[in-house]
């Protein structure tokens, strides 16, 4: 048997054996059922969460309507309502979006050159309701 050499030089009298294909295509097998049987259990569950999120949503919006129906819960009431004292908090409105600064120089100059405007508009107005 002819020697051959190592990675690091050295000489060896051993030949190499064939990789054993059967116990590595056994494994990736059951890898891939195993993964099979994921993608089909994720699946599930996604559909069940969307039906889920469906009735949720069915719930809020009768919960809404409930609380908006009767705001005090059945107590009589005199005067005026207020959030403390029982009303529907439910239609709190959304955050604004803050805008984004104005950079351009000549948007800038255009927008105040229609601010004055406006302004100058307001004062006679005024001018002429008080005349």
Do not use: F, H, W, Y
């Amino acid at each position: 048997m002819p020697a051959r050499k190592t990675r690091t030089g050295r000489a060896t009298t051993t030949t190499r054996r064939p990789r054993a294909t059967q116990a590595v295509d056994g494994a990736a097998a059951k890898l891939i059922s195993n993964l099979n049987e994921v993608i089909a259990e994720n699946a599930a569950l996604r559909k069940q969460n969307e039906r889920l999120q469906g009735l949720l949503v069915r719930i809020g919006g009768l919960v809404a309507d409930v609380s908006t129906a009767s705001p005090t819960n059945g107590r009589r009431t005199r005067g005026r309502r207020s959030t403390a004292a029982g009303g529907s908090t439910a239609t709190i409105a959304p955050t604004r979006r803050k805008r984004r600064p104005i950079t351009d120089p000549v948007v800038l100059e255009k927008r105040r050159a229609a601010l004055a405007k406006a302004r100058q508009v307001r004062a006679q107005k005024r001018v002429g309701q008080s005349a």
